[in-house]
């Protein structure tokens, strides 16, 4: 049985160096200063549910083969998962020191300890109101590490080569990922009249925050990368799906308010993300103009990018480095090439070099 590795499919890591530069701009910019694309921005956390589908497609990519056939060392897939994911990790945690002091007034001393020890075990994301602490965006990697711990025995499963099939396993997996914010609104446990990205309340922070209603999107991306083996790769009808994906998304987007937020957070984008990355998947005009080699450069340190960049602005701002260099009249635009420079010597010195030498060490 073919269990060589598959091609890369560069156009995706291209796509994924403006994802992660929308999720900066989500946090620290005003969406208005994008005129027609402030929706875009605003609903920046949609970013997120992208990468975790599209992590789940890209480890079905690159596995299922070999999960199907038998030939799937689980140790050594997770010690390799453990390599990529830890150290950049490690590093977030450790720039984080100056927000300790913050977490522990914001917290019980039980709660404050309860973060301090889950944190280093990616497990804090269990916990809503432990979700974010020390740094916002680590909570997607306790969510990815359980995922990475259930890939194994999901691209296992077996599945007929029909198309059909697929397409009504990912109706109803897209159907379940909908119900956690379906349920969210019709019982409106928070008593929030309107949510949107500044509301709070517990039943909310476990919806956006914890990894079981975002488990959807990362099934909906293997079942992806399953039906993307039947899809003709230089087909005109990938380039149409990637059209279709990218200008729903925009439509969707452009209603703003009027898309319950609670649903467009998590699961209402999710077939147009899979338009999308099957688009990308293939030979096509759309998929060579996302793999254009600055745009993969940038793409491969997304991971950083996302991680890192509430490290790296706090580091920025904090030290008034601009103010020292007479720079700060281009902020915040020359923070954001900052965070994107710095995010590439994050992956060039810190993260392949510990992930070559961890790998090494575990066997993985």
Not at 42 to 71: D, E, K, W
Not at 164 to 184: E, F, I, R, S, T
Not at 205 to 218: E, G, I, N
Not at 265 to 280: A, E, I, R, S, Y
Request: hydrophobic share 55%; proline share 6%; glycine share 6%.
């Amino acid at each position: 049985m073919e269990t060589r590795k598959p091609e890369r499919l560069n156009a995706l890591t291209g796509l994924r160096s403006f994802a992660a530069v929308n999720i900066v701009f989500f946090h620290f910019s005003n969406p208005q200063w994008f005129g027609f694309l402030a929706p875009v921005v605003n609903a920046g956390y949609c970013s997120v549910s992208f990468f975790i589908l599209l992590s789940g497609f890209v480890l079905a990519y690159n596995y299922s083969s070999r999960a199907r056939a038998g030939l799937l060392d689980r140790g050594r897939f997770w010690k390799a998962r453990f390599t990529r994911l830890y150290p950049v990790y490690l590093l977030s945690l450790l720039l984080s020191w100056r927000m300790v002091v913050p977490e522990y007034g914001a917290h019980t001393h039980p709660m404050f300890w309860t973060g301090m020890v889950l944190s280093p075990l990616l497990l804090q994301g269990w916990i809503p109101s432990l979700a974010t602490f020390l740094n916002t965006p680590a909570w997607t990697m306790s969510a990815e590490a359980f995922y990475y711990f259930l890939f194994p025995w999901l691209a296992r499963w077996k599945r007929p080569a029909q198309r059909w099939y697929y397409l009504v396993q990912l109706a109803a997996v897209w159907c379940l990922g909908l119900l956690p914010g379906l349920c969210y609104i019709v019982f409106n446990p928070d008593g929030i009249a309107h949510p949107d990205r500044f509301s709070w309340g517990p039943w909310l922070q476990a919806l956006k925050f914890t990894p079981l209603p975002h488990m959807a999107s990362f099934l909906f991306g293997i079942l992806l990368a399953e039906l993307d083996e039947l899809v003709d790769r230089a087909g005109i009808l990938r380039l149409i799906l990637g059209l279709a994906g990218f200008a729903g998304i925009f439509c969707i987007l452009e209603l703003g308010p009027r898309v319950p937020y609670a649903i467009l957070h998590d699961g209402l984008l999710m077939p147009l993300f899979g338009c999308v990355v099957l688009g990308l998947a293939g030979d096509n005009l759309l998929a060579r103009l996302l793999a254009w080699y600055p745009l993969v450069f940038v793409g491969e340190a997304s991971y950083c990018l996302y991680l890192l960049h509430f490290n790296f602005w706090n580091l920025i701002h904090d030290t008034h480095v601009l103010n020292y260099l007479r720079l700060s009249r281009f902020d915040p635009w020359i923070s954001y090439v900052i965070l994107i420079l710095m995010a590439l010597l994050a992956l060039h010195l810190v993260e392949k070099p510990a992930q070559r030498v961890l790998r090494k060490w575990m066997g993985a």
